[in-house]
């Protein structure tokens, strides 16, 4: 009986140190998967990173992606990924996993506002000497969007300037009535007259069954291809996208070295396309922009986007002209095949480059 307490002993001391060992490997566990997002300070965005090494902004949607990505191995089929997919909705849904809530900070000066846990995007810039807001979107949205200026510290006549990239109404439905605050309106000069008459392109392609509400608004700038707009400090360039409507424009800026490119629907995060099933919706003239915008270049050389800041869905930080190039990719593909006969009007952004990785 003597040896018993020695034996007890021993296995207690092995017991504690496999629990010592369980915990420190469930920490570490707990800090490497939290390792992909830093904790947000206020109006600090939840940054992800890519497995490409592209600090982003993601919907839940992207994030779910980019779980689906990461736990996929290569020769599998996208929808193997499903069930990660499902895990990071669930987490969202609980609380459990936080994403980016507006307004937030993107650049100095520059913030993405309006709701939070919608697909679309509106964006401020504050010039030195007065504010530009970005497709202010929805008149539904403009409660918050006030509110939110009002916690920046903005009053709403400061918004002088209000830039769209096209005249759809989930981008410009609220336009008139911030020119009845004092803004001017500019917008591209081929979607000017859409604009201003509530044509089909601006009410009916975005509710096809003719609910849309339009407001009629009249452009106070039409800006073609190649102009700067000096709006305060900001030197806006704005570069014609014609091809999801007759004037999309995208606008090229800097700030702290980086180049910004506002895409509209032309240009979105991992080469997500925009919807061409519009009235005067073209898609060679958007291949054509797409191409334009890869190429775009200031005094000759060739500028490489850092930051996306697409009208919907996530926003890269970084590297952003690698979603240029991807959605060009994405949008080759769908004309080549509907050259050769095929009625694709849609391709799925991550499916694709998930493909093209595999290969
Ligand atoms: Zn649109």
């Known amino acids: 009986m003597a040896a018993a307490g020695p034996a007890r002993q021993s296995l207690i001391r092995r017991f504690v140190l496999i629990a010592a060992a369980a915990l420190v490997l469930v920490l570490g566990w707990r800090a490497w998967q939290g390792r992909a997002i830093e904790r947000p300070g206020p109006n600090q965005p939840v940054v992800m990173t890519t497995p490409w090494g592209q600090q982003i902004v993601p919907t839940v949607d992207t994030a779910a992606e980019l779980a689906a990505w990461r736990a996929l191995r290569p020769g599998q089929d996208w929808a193997q990924g499903q069930a990660a997919q499902e895990q990071v909705r669930r987490d ?15 650049a100095e000066g520059v913030w993405a506002i309006g709701p939070h846990n919608t697909d679309q995007q509106i964006y401020l810039i504050d010039t030195g000497a007065g504010l530009v807001l970005v497709d202010p979107s929805l008149d539904a949205f403009q409660g918050e969007v006030l509110a939110q200026l009002a916690g ?5 006549e400061q918004v002088r300037w209000v ?8 981008h410009a439905q609220s336009c008139r009535q911030w020119q009845e605050r004092g803004a001017e309106v500019i917008v591209g000069a081929g979607d000017a007259p859409e604009l201003a008459a509530c044509s089909d392109v601006v009410a009916k392609d975005f509710d096809p069954r003719g609910k849309g509400r339009c407001t009629p608004c009249m452009a106070d700038r039409k800006v ?3 102009d700067i707009l000096r709006l305060g400090n900001l030197a806006l360039h704005a570069i014609a996208s014609p091809g999801h409507t007759p004037g999309s424009t995208s606008f090229a ?14 240009a979105l995060h991992n080469g997500r396309h925009a919807w061409m099933g519009g009235t005067k919706a073209d898609w060679n003239q958007y291949l054509a922009s797409l191409g334009k915008l890869a190429g775009w270049s200031v005094d000759g050389r060739t500028v490489r986007f850092d930051l996306l800041l697409p009208g919907h869905g996530t926003i890269d930080l970084t590297d952003g002209h690698r979603s240029v190039e991807q959605t060009k990719r ?3 593909e769908i004309v080549t095949r509907r050259a050769g006969g095929e009625r694709v009007m849609w391709l799925d952004a ?3 480059a998930w493909r093209q990785f595999d290969r």
């Open 152 to 156: 920046l510290g903005f009053r709403p």
């Open 224 to 226: 073609a291809d190649g």
């Open 330 to 332: 994405l949008v080759q």
């Open 350 to 352: 991550y499916p694709f």
């Open 253 to 266: 800026f800097q700030r702290g070295g980086k180049w910004l490119l506002l895409s509209g629907d032309i």
């Open 163 to 170: 830039v769209l990239t096209h005249c759809h109404s989930d």
């Open 92 to 106: 969202y849904g609980a609380g459990r996993l936080q994403l980016s809530r507006t307004p937030f900070v993107l």
